[in-house]
Structure formats: C-alpha cells, structure tokens
C-alpha cells in the first residue's frame, strides 16, 4: 500500500528566503505526483502537477522536482511572501489504483 | 475554469441522524472523489466513482455510502451520523486517469456530530 510522507510538519521562516519541502513515497510505481496548496479552512488547489515521465516543473516562484527511483519530490520556493503561508500537501497517483495518495502536509508560515 | 461545489460549507447534526452531503461539478469529469481530514491524519479515502452508478471503496468506507445518479453529482451519505464523523469532507473530480489529469477540489464541508 502507497504511503507518502512530508517533512517537516511545520516550518516559519522570515520573508525573503528560499525554501525546500520535501515529499517521500513508498511504491515507485506512479502515474504522476501533484503539489497543493491548502489554505486555513479551505479546500485544495493544485500548484504543480508532475507526471511520471518528467524530473520536474515550473510555475513562477515555485519549483517542483520528482526523482522516481528514489521515491522523492521536493517543492522549491523562491523568495518566499507572507502570502505564502499556508499548508502543503503533495499526493502521487499510483498505478495501483485509482485515487491519489495523500501527504499529512507541512505547514509553512513566513513571517513579514 | 473547473468547478466543484458543495452544498454546506458548514453543517451541525445530531448523533444518529441521516446527513447528506452533495458535490456538484460543472466539467463533465468522469472521476468524483470523497475524503475527510483530520488533523494530523491528512486526508483519507473515503469512497470514489469513476462513471455514473459506480463506486468503489477507498481507504475508510465503514458508516458511509455514496450514490452517484448523474455525471456531474455525487452523495456522501453518514446513514447515522456519529460523533467520530465530526471532520472536514472534501469532494474533487478529475476528468480521466491519465498521468496530466489534475484533481480539482471543492472548498469543503466541516461537519460537527454532536
């Protein structure tokens, strides 16, 4: 069964700096690995979407890497902003079955 | 842009009542999803369908069910609610299974089961 793992749970950090969440997975066998974001009391919204077959992704300050083999993915996010505080959760779609497989998330808050 | 919508945003029920909980999206997905979250267990599958009629268990189906009668539509059903289904239920769809399909979310329903 696909486990997925984030650490660490919770992480402050001033503004301005670079940042690194990371993201494991248990079963290697995988159609593709998504990034979300979860904001207090909400529901989710996709950042970043990596399938199988690519090492990583882009989308402006925010930088998605999937290394297969190893079962691991990190999200980089550049120049961090209060704005981005909030939880976050990766999840993988496994070829197993039919529905994603969710990370506990890591909660981010960047102090002003 | 997709839309996935829940009836409640926020929902208060009694210990053995009946409650429902709808999910609505505008996108013609094939695939509709119901988890819940907890704190610190993330989120848990709960029930999914990949086309109208069908369902399948996820990783915690006991004292729930689900109906899916049209495309766009699927039910959450706690046939009698207890106090450990106080939680927050999240509804997505996504289109097919292919690798560069992404999962949209609703924005969630907090049940409390007193």
């Known amino acids: 069964k696909q486990e997925v793992t984030q650490i660490p749970a919770a992480l402050s950090v001033p503004e301005g700096e670079n940042l690194v969440l990371n993201c494991s997975f248990t079963?290697?066998?995988?159609?593709?690995l998504q990034w979300f974001r979860q904001d207090p009391g909400k529901g989710l919204t996709s950042l970043l979407l990596i399938q199988s077959s690519q090492r990583e992704q882009t989308s402006g300050r925010l930088n998605a890497s999937l290394d297969k083999s190893s079962g691991r993915s990190t999200l980089y996010i550049a120049a961090s902003q209060p704005g981005d505080s909030a939880t976050y959760l990766c999840?993988?779609?496994?070829?197993?079955?039919?529905?994603?497989?969710f990370g506990s998330g890591t909660r981010l808050q960047v102090q002003p | 842009d997709v839309k996935v919508t829940q009836s409640s945003r926020y929902l208060v029920k009694r210990t053995g009542e009946k409650v429902f909980l709808e999910c609505v999206q505008d996108m013609d997905h094939e695939n509709m999803f119901w988890y819940r979250q907890d704190p610190g267990l993330g989120l848990r599958l709960i029930y999914f369908s990949y086309d109208v009629k069908m369902k399948e268990k996820g990783d915690i189906p006991e004292g729930y069910s689900v109906s899916r009668e049209k495309k766009e539509r699927f039910s959450l059903i706690l046939e009698s609610a207890s106090t450990n289904q106080t939680s927050m239920y999240l509804c997505?769809?996504?289109?097919?299974?292919?690798?560069?399909?992404?999962?949209?979310f609703g924005p969630g329903t907090r049940l409390l089961v007193l």
């Open positions: 997505a769809s996504r289109r097919d299974r292919g690798p560069r399909e992404t999962q949209y």
């Open positions: 999840a993988v779609w496994d070829t197993g079955r039919r529905a994603l497989t």
């Open positions: 079963d290697s066998a995988i159609y593709n």
